[in-house]
């Protein structure tokens, strides 16, 4: 290693090389930051966040005469399909937090086209 007295100017490649290597080194401890930022965003800021279970109503109004074939959950709904003791199926939507039935839907499947939908005409 050789001494290089403070007075004396340094050579231009050392000086590149030197600043070559601190923008190398911040460029680094930026990329480090966002990283970490971008973990502690995604697990949520140092855990999980609860959510709110949403509120269900106690009781639906379903009917006694079929079974529930299959239940979903909408933005402010609750679905079930049920089905009677004929196999015939019927979509019921409830409102999720008060029970109320909004909507009552029969469905027609059809093995080939065209369907028959007369039977359900007004």
Same mark, same amino acid.
């Given at each position: ?11 231009? *490649?050392?000086r590149r090389? +030197?600043?070559? &290597?601190? $923008?190398?080194? /911040? ?21 999980f966040i609860? &959510?709110?279970?949403? #509120?269900? $109503? *106690? ?5 006694? !005469? ?8 909408? *933005? /402010? ?16 939507? !409830?409102?999720? +937090? ?11 499947? =059809?093995? &080939?086209p065209p =369907?028959?939908?007369?039977?359900? #005409?007004?």
């Amino acid at each position: 290693m050789r001494y290089v007295p403070e007075d004396e100017e340094e050579p231009p *490649k050392v000086r590149r090389l +030197r600043l070559m &290597t601190m $923008s190398l080194m /911040g460029v680094l401890m930026v990329g480090f930051v966002f990283m970490v930022a971008v973990i502690v965003i995604k697990v949520g800021f140092g855990g999980f966040i609860p &959510t709110a279970e949403p #509120a269900l $109503s *106690k009781a639906f109004g379903l009917p006694r !005469h079929g079974e529930v074939v299959a239940t979903g959950q909408g *933005k /402010g709904t609750v679905l079930f399909l049920i089905r009677d003791s004929g196999g015939g199926e019927t979509l019921w939507v !409830h409102d999720s +937090r008060t029970g109320d039935i909004l909507s009552q839907s029969r469905i027609v499947r =059809c093995s &080939t086209p065209p =369907c028959d939908l007369s039977a359900f #005409a007004d």
